[in-house]
């Protein structure tokens, strides 16, 4: 009697290996194509949500390795964060609220698998003027402001505008005078503010919401505008739309 052979074994195909070694690095793998009856023809779309859900939560007082994979992602999409330390503090906060405006999630600040999701398909915003230096744009509807230099964004800060009894006036300006410091106005305290229209500034805050909170101004977070302000200057154009 002859001896048998024992059963060859089935290699994994290299989809499938590709695809273990990305959710074994905890990076995300592109969905692949959906057919006309509106399936998908592969395993790589259920990577994908098996990726961003295997992602920890994050939210402001977490630390370690995951903070800085999400601060470096923010970063390459140039949302503000500040800088990549690892620790999600409030820069880190208001970067991913921005994010969740852009991509038009729950504007919570906690990074969940909607948002883990998000960040490897991301809105890419585009600003609506093209200026050879930098520009503002403050966008009312996402409740955002875009820095942006030759037609592309270059910072996106989180932003709170005018609420609906004193809201932002819209319209095509520039910077006319900034103030180094605190001033105390009829709008309110404002930190560095560059006025664009009258008494009307994009200016730092000490609380900036996730939805239209102030007398008429744009507010940004203090640091942010600390970021921002050896940047733009009087002449700066500013633009203000929904």
């Known amino acids: 009697m002859l001896p048998v052979s024992p059963p060859a074994t089935r290699r994994p195909g290299r989809a499938a290996l590709g695809a273990a070694l990305l959710m074994a690095a905890g990076l995300a793998v592109p969905a692949t194509p959906v057919s006309a009856t509106g399936t998908t023809t592969g395993t790589v779309a259920t990577v994908t949500v098996a990726a961003a859900t295997s992602q920890p939560i994050l939210r402001q007082g977490s630390r370690g390795a995951a903070v800085t994979t999400l601060q470096r992602r923010l970063t390459a999409l140039h949302y503000d964060v500040g800088g990549v330390d690892g620790v999600f503090g409030p820069s880190t906060y208001h970067a991913v609220v921005a994010f969740q405006k852009v991509n038009s999630l729950a504007r919570d600040g906690i990074v969940g698998p909607r948002t883990w999701a998000a960040l490897d398909h991301p809105v890419i915003p585009k600003p609506r003027y093209s200026h050879s230096g930098y520009s503002v744009e403050a966008n009312l509807t996402r409740q955002v402001l875009y820095l942006a230099r030759g037609g592309s964004v270059v910072r ?27 001033r105390q106005s009829d709008l309110g305290l404002l930190w560095r503010p560059n006025y664009f229209y009258r008494g009307y500034a994009v200016h730092g805050a000490n609380s900036v919401p996730t939805y239209p909170a102030s007398h008429g101004c744009v507010r940004v977070p203090i640091p942010a505008m600390n970021r921002l302000w050896s940047t733009i200057g009087v002449g700066t154009p500013v633009h203000i739309y929904r």
């Open 156 to 182: 996106i800060l989180d932003a709170s505008s005018g609420k609906a009894s004193t809201p932002t006036p819209t319209g095509n300006y520039k910077i006319q005078r900034r103030i180094d410091g605190w």
